[in-house]
């Protein structure tokens, strides 16, 4: 029991750190080398949970030599244009102009349901709206509007409008203080503390989250058997 418990958890750390290497991505935003990357891991890392029989070594050594073929095809992507062509495949534009291309469709197996279903999560239920549709190599489609189908914004209508978009800094998060982004906030915590007593709140524990944007706007939750 205590070695499968070990194994599981080494293997376990093992392809976190893989999967972490990989980048911050979602299934579906994974590209074709990633996500055969994926399932060769996962068939790997069970065999030497369950087989007690094969040494540990021998279900590690084959994870870290695809971990680091991945990481060198990453490197030859990042360095040669014609090598991430041919190991994540190109863009392919299935509208142009308003008009399906067919042809392009079927190369890629890209069904007209598949299509309709992109179309209505991006909130267009109408081919005549879209000028230009991308299929990108994670199997997603970029749709680019006709100019008349555009939401409306003030740049399109000539308004002048202040530029009151600002990035919230999270200080307090489920009743713990994130230090470094008080620090780099330009905040210490006689500030935050005093942000707390306005609010008459004696902990930081109370919080359940607490954000400062740029121009010093607050934003406090508290828990909610604190309210």
């Not at 008349?148 to 530029?163: H, I």
């Not at 524990?205 to 909610?224: A, H, I, P, Y």
Request: one cysteine or more.
């Amino acid at each position: 029991m205590i070695t499968a418990f070990c194994r599981t958890i080494i293997l376990y750390f093992l392809l976190m750190v893989g999967l972490r290497l990989m980048g911050k991505r979602q299934i579906g935003e994974l590209e074709p080398s990633e996500l055969v990357l994926t399932l060769i891991i996962s068939d790997l890392a069970s065999v030497p949970m369950q087989d007690f029989g094969i040494p540990l070594v021998h279900g590690v050594f084959p994870i870290v030599t695809l971990l680091c073929l991945s990481m060198l095809l990453s490197f030859f992507s990042l360095k040669s244009i014609r090598f991430r062509a041919i190991v994540c495949g190109q863009p392919t534009v299935i509208i142009r102009e308003g008009r399906v291309l067919q042809q392009n469709m079927a190369r890629n197996r890209f069904t007209v349901d598949e299509l309709f279903e992109q179309l209505r999560s991006q909130g267009y239920s109408d081919l005549s709206s879209v000028k230009y549709a991308i299929l990108e190599t994670s199997g997603q489609v970029s749709i680019l509007p006709y100019t008349k189908a555009s939401p409306v914004t003030p740049q399109v209508m000539n308004l002048e409008v202040p530029d009151d978009v600002t990035l919230p800094v999270l200080l307090i998060n489920d009743g713990h203080v994130m230090t470094d982004n008080l620090r780099a906030s330009g905040y210490d915590r006689k500030w935050l503390d005093r942000q707390l007593s306005d609010r008459r709140l004696t902990s930081p524990r109370q919080v359940f989250l607490l954000t400062v944007d740029e121009s010093g706007g607050v934003v406090c939750v508290t828990k909610e058997a604190a309210a």
